[in-house]
């Protein structure tokens, strides 16, 4: 049997939606410059993300892989964790030092302590309406696929958002400009967020303008290995925190101690 594939389509079929989609457009540049003007203000994130979700490049995407990968569908419409519940980091205080627990932990700890913002709490105070996909029940029974396709997409955002920090630990990236460059990059490549492909893009203009050309050469040199990665969404999330965390690097294609280890890039070659 011969499979079809569905590809994504680039621009949408009729003249009124190519104009709706414009104004999509003028409204991530105008989120996307308050973020450059204060990045501690995460809400223009999400609220570009709600709009780069609207654009047939990327919507069209996601349902491809979708269409394409019938069996990960399953991945978002059953009770996971870092979608319908968080860890509690403080059971992982005694976990061994190097192991996957332990690392989340004192993330955890450190992130605390500068009394950083809860991502997840964020997003949904930001996006009300994603809160849909923390409805099992109504995905389950849902029969419209363009309402089922919002949900689970709903669920692929939650995800992507609770994992952030998650990321930044798991392939050794600090939460300077390229630490965030990298993480935006593996999301990207594995969840598919245009949040993600537009953080990532914000990052190299950042680097761009100040013509930082060597250390821009040093990020990129990283984008191969992340993109010949493995999914960190496969992962048994619930078995994974006692297992040492470069072993878990190591079973995903990532260098066993992380992008920046010691808070540095690898040197060029």
């Known amino acids: 049997m011969v499979r079809t594939y569905v590809r994504r389509q680039y621009i949408p079929h009729s ?10 457009v003028a409204m991530v540049v105008y989120y996307a410059l308050r973020l450059m003007i204060n990045r501690k203000d995460t809400a223009p994130t999400y609220k570009y993300c709600w709009h780069l979700d609207q654009i047939t490049l990327f919507r069209s995407q996601f349902q491809a892989y979708l269409a394409n990968h019938p069996a990960k569908v399953d991945r978002w419409t059953k009770p996971r964790l870092f979608i319908d519940r968080m860890p509690d980091p403080e059971v992982f205080s005694g976990y061994p030092e190097a192991s996957v627990g332990r690392a989340y932990y004192d993330m955890w700890k450190r992130h605390s302590d500068e009394g950083l913002m809860e991502l997840r709490k964020r997003r949904l105070e930001v996006l009300p309406q994603e809160r849909k996909g923390l409805d099992l029940e109504g995905l389950a029974a849902s029969c419209d696929p363009d309402d089922r396709y919002e949900r689970i997409v709903a669920r692929r955002n939650i995800f992507m958002t609770s994992t952030h ?7 050794g990236a600090n939460t300077d400009v390229a630490g965030e460059a990298l993480v935006a990059r593996y999301q990207y490549h594995h969840l598919l967020v245009p949040q993600n492909w537009l ?6 203009i950042v680097y761009l303008v100040s013509l930082r050309w060597s250390e821009l050469k040093r990020i990129f040199a990283c984008f191969g290995p992340i993109d010949r990665s493995a999914n ?11 297992r040492p965390i470069a072993t878990v690097r190591k079973e995903l294609g990532l260098p066993e101690e992380g992008f920046m280890p010691g808070g540095m890039l690898p040197q060029q070659p």
Not at 199 to 204: D, M, Q, S, T, V
Not at 232 to 242: G, I, N, R, T, V
């Open 199 to 204: 953080n990532e893009l914000n990052c190299i």
């Open 165 to 171: 920090d998650f990321c930044h630990m798991l392939i």
């Open 15 to 24: 003249p009124f939606r190519f104009v709706a989609e414009l104004g999509h």
């Open 232 to 242: 960190y969404a496969d992962l048994d999330m619930e078995s994974l925190w006692s």
